[in-house]
């Protein structure tokens, strides 16, 4: 079944003109040759923008991975676009990325009065694997199998905060803090899959963070 064209969503934003630049890991330190990525970047309403082009990412590495590598070259991007003056000075700098939205399906196997639990692990919580609805004035045990399926995107950004600092040498650079990541807008709303115990519809599930 296809979702619900509501659930899709444009990421990022209307950013305004953009320039292109390549975030380069220079292959004499950490491979035979470089690692690099394509960007587009700009400035919005006083905010530095970046979006990722991770179709153009190249490893020349033998040993790092790429979700690695990417998390190196987009360090790297917002590091480059800074402003290189020799003064104090401290920015923002908003990375926007596409996230991918589930909607957890299930299978509702129907469970007779002869059906036993033949092992069960520890701790485990069988009130979220069997549930129970009235028929005809019988209460029916069903045990569900659920399956996350894609149903959708919501845009997101990573926000590095960045500051010129001075070393005991006089010389400037650009420090780099960890990200905060944050939902720009969301894919939440029902999808076309119905629940087969309730036969309502299936929200399309946001509550899953915003990662790489």
């Not at 990412?57 to 190196?72: A, C, P, T, V």
């Not at 001075?166 to 894919?187: E, G, H, I, L, R």
Request: overall charge negative.
């Amino acid at each position: 079944n296809n979702i619900r064209t509501e659930a899709q969503t444009t990421c990022p934003p209307n950013l305004g003109n953009m320039s292109t630049s390549t975030a380069t890991l220079s292959g004499a330190r950490y491979s035979a040759e470089d690692s690099y990525v394509n960007y587009q970047h700009g400035i919005n309403n006083g905010e530095y923008q970046i979006i990722m082009d991770w179709s153009t990412l190249h490893n020349g590495s033998d040993y790092i991975e790429d979700n690695i590598l990417k998390k190196f070259l987009e360090r790297i991007a917002v590091e480059d676009i800074v402003p290189k003056i020799p003064g104090t000075f401290s920015c923002d700098v908003n990375v926007y990325f596409s996230s991918t939205c589930y909607a957890k399906v299930k299978l509702a196997v129907h469970l007779d009065r002869n059906t036993q639990i033949a092992c069960c692990s520890p701790n485990m919580d069988l009130a979220d694997q069997i549930k129970s609805k009235w028929e005809n004035g019988e209460e029916h045990f069903y045990y569900n199998y659920t399956q996350r399926i894609a149903c959708g995107t919501k845009c997101c950004k990573r926000v590095y905060h960045c500051e010129r600092v001075q070393d005991p040498a006089n010389n400037w650079s650009t420090k780099v803090f960890d990200p905060v990541v944050y939902t720009v807008s969301s894919c939440s709303g029902p999808t076309s899959y119905i629940d087969c115990i309730t036969g309502l519809p299936i929200e399309c599930d946001t509550s899953d963070e915003c990662g790489w």
